[in-house]
């Protein structure tokens, strides 16, 4: 199985790790020599506005493993590990 390593995100100076298997998704195909292909869930995205040019989705790759809670009221975002059963 192919690694990829995790991908750290930076937020205020905590660290929010996710590893490859929630970020990359592998398609097996016998039949390709390759034997299939891999593709990224973590997304560029552009708005065409000026000094905005290096955005990206993490989305639910993201909040999958971080509980995420938005404050619309107080502009803020908060975030914790998420707890799967």
Partial sequence: ???FGQLTFVIEGDHYNVPSHHWVKRTVND???KGGKCRSHVAQLDVHQPNLDDLFIAGDTFMQLYFTVFDR???????????HT
Avoid: E, K, W
């Fill in 31 to 33: 039949s390709d020599p």
């Fill in 1 to 3: 199985m192919l690694n």
């Fill in 73 to 83: 009221d107080n502009n803020r975002v908060g975030l914790a590990h998420a707890v």
